[in-house]
């Protein structure tokens, strides 16, 4: 697969890194150059035929290192019904995987203990990965709790046991000052849940920038669950010594085993009424994969009446006019929009492309009333920019298409209405640029005439 970068940038280390550099065997040398030729190689494959506006820096963050024991890049995600999974990292591995929480703050009146782990990545070694399930919550409830015994007290909101509810969705996000406008825009919504289409830090093979993006969300993943599936920017693999998404895997680590998926890479969660499928675009798809047959095992399982609105996720787009990643995600699209189709999918998110666009209801390439309305929104504000070239004429499904940094909200009323919006982040928050109501299949005949096709 081609990498996200359409300019050949240099590999870059901190200052930390090359002094480590400086000792180390010619073994290791070599293994590092090989891993900087495969960042090149990747980023030479996507041709640079479209012109970005300058990318906003990436932000520096004065490297302060809180004491060893005490939490950091604190963030949650929900773990199966009534539960929420918090993950923190430590550099002290004495350090206890233990939450203690309570609905009021400073009262602990709960506690639960969970796992840890860490991984090494050529030379660097990571703090200790603390991901700890409390519950059972209540719903719509806000929880104070603290993490390893030690630091300050976070709190967080549990998403509502049924509508109205509303989910932020931003992806391609980075780290940079364009990140922290998505953020500051995001954070000033109300909203249940964050979902991320994937591309998370952009660390990009330096490790120590997985650390610095997890300190960039904190205030806001630490609050909301974050629910996030993995892009080409987390897939950090080195031929022979290191397979991808290992870290990603070791710091985001996501429901999948309370959704009976064997990876971390794809899984399924309900919030509200909603049943949300995660999908990988860089994992096999295909149909005899293990992907795609948990995928159909899962879309199989979804109950209308309970979560009346189907959505799903995944990094690379199937309808994407942008000149950006064209075709890219065509054979995952091949083999697994049929079963989306089937099941009834209402809503796609992806990201990817940077920049947003917006379709009608789609299938098999064209508009569908009832297929699913696909929305690219890969304009969460990266270090490589905006992709500004689109097809023209613009196709048939396609909306509204903008090459802005922003993040939509999704705010479902009801079981049979929807109100999805896109905010740029030159606007106030409060603006909309784009805005649609959106009613969901169960009230077209669309879910129903399959039911009746399959009795
Ligand atoms: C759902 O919400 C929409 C928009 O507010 C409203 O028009 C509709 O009547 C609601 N439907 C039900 C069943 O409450
Ligand atoms: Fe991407």
């Known amino acids: 697969m ?49 012109v970005r506006p300058p990318p906003r820096k990436n932000l520096q963050f004065p490297w302060d290192p809180k004491p060893s024991s005490q939490p950091q ?38 506690r639960s203990h969970g796992e840890s782990t860490s991984y090494s990545y050529l030379f660097y070694t990571s703090g200790t990965i603390h991901h700890t399930v409390i519950g059972p919550l209540e719903h719509n409830t806000v929880y104070y709790y603290k993490c390893g015994g030690k630091g300050p007290e976070f709190s967080l909101k549990t998403p509502p046991s049924e509508f109205p509810i509303t989910l932020a969705v931003a992806g391609d996000l980075g780290q940079t000052g364009w990140t922290k406008s998505t953020l ?64 990603y895997n070791a710091r985001w680590k996501m429901p999948y085993e309370e959704s009976g998926s064997m990876s971390n890479l794809y899984y399924s969660f309900e919030v509200a009424g909603a049943h949300v499928v ?6 096999d798809y295909d149909v005899n994969s293990e992907q795609y047959n948990w995928l159909k095992a899962d879309l199989s399982t979804v109950d209308r009446k309970k979560t009346p609105w189907l959505l799903a996720l995944f990094h690379v787009p199937w309808y994407n006019s942008n000149y950006a990643h064209q075709g890219e995600g065509d054979d995952m699209m091949e083999a697994m ?23 009608k209801r789609v299938y098999n390439g064209k508009s569908n009333p009832c297929g699913a309305v696909h929305v690219t929104i890969g304009d969460g504000g990266n270090k490589e920019g905006l992709a500004q070239k689109y097809k023209e004429p613009s196709p048939e499904w396609s909306v509204f298409r903008e090459a802005s940094f922003g993040h939509g909200e999704l705010k479902i009323v009801n079981s049979s209405h929807a109100f999805w919006s896109w905010h740029r982040n030159d606007d106030d928050e409060p603006v909309k640029s784009d805005e649609v109501w959106i009613t969901s299949l169960i009230t077209s005949n669309c879910v129903a005439t399959k039911e009746t096709k399959q009795a």
């Open 337 to 359: 929009e049929p079963l989306l189709h089937a099941a009834g999918v209402d809503l796609v998110f992806s990201g990817h492309v940077h920049a947003y666009e917006r379709t």
């Open 2 to 50: 081609a990498s996200h970068s359409d300019q050949m940038k240099p590999v870059e280390f901190t200052l930390f890194e090359k002094a480590q550099l400086k000792m180390v065997p010619n073994k290791l040398k070599i293994l590092l150059l090989l891993m900087a030729v495969v960042v090149v190689a990747n980023a030479v494959t996507v041709a640079a035929d479209y």
């Open 73 to 110: 890049q604190v963030h949650v995600s929900l773990a199966g019904d009534k539960h929420i999974r918090v993950t923190w990292i430590t550099s002290k591995s004495s350090s206890p995987s233990l939450v203690e929480y309570g609905t009021s703050p400073g009262k602990y009146t709960s």
């Open 278 to 283: 995660m999908l990988g675009s860089y994992t």
């Open 184 to 247: 500051d825009h995001i954070d000033l919504c109300q909203y249940d849940l964050h979902l991320l289409p994937g591309d998370l830090s952009y660390a990009d093979y330096i490790q120590s920038k997985w650390d610095t993006f997890g300190e960039l969300v904190e205030p806001l993943a630490s609050a909301r669950p974050w629910m996030v599936t993995q892009g080409n920017h987390e897939k950090e693999n080195i031929p022979f010594i290191k397979d991808g998404f290992e870290s």
